[in-house]
């Protein structure tokens, strides 16, 4: 059975759209970032201070994750306090992560291409 023209679209675009959600979440910092908001609302300080970052590089990953629509801002005085937009398909998202990386066990890690000892 062939798929539908419409149909080998809709999933090319569903795949694009995984990947660029995958590669917005491809960082480490941004997962902690992500992980640590899922706790509640924070400010730039208060990310910077638990997760051992300069202030700029948490600013830097915040901006990526508010423009891929995954955290939002709201002022607090003269600072901004951010948060999840979606906090429950996040904690899916790393819960499911979980389950496969217990299923693949060092495999990812280990990976040649995509591996911690590849160089970048």
Request: charged share 20%; glycine share 8%; hydrophobic share 40%.
């Amino acid at each position: 059975m062939t798929a539908q023209p419409s149909q080998g679209l809709e999933e090319t675009t569903a795949a694009r759209a995984a990947a660029c959600l995958f590669r917005g979440m491809g960082d480490p910092s941004r997962v902690a970032i992500l992980r640590h908001l899922l706790l509640g609302e924070h400010n730039v300080t208060e990310l910077t201070t638990h997760l051992g970052l300069a202030q700029s590089t948490v600013s830097k990953h915040l901006a990526c994750l508010r423009d891929c629509g995954l955290v939002e801002s709201r002022p607090a005085g003269r600072a901004s306090v951010f948060s999840l937009t979606h906090p429950d398909p996040v904690l899916r998202v790393f819960a499911a992560a979980e389950e496969l990386l217990a299923a693949t066990g060092d495999a990812v890690v280990l990976c040649p291409t995509y591996g911690e000892g590849v160089a970048r």
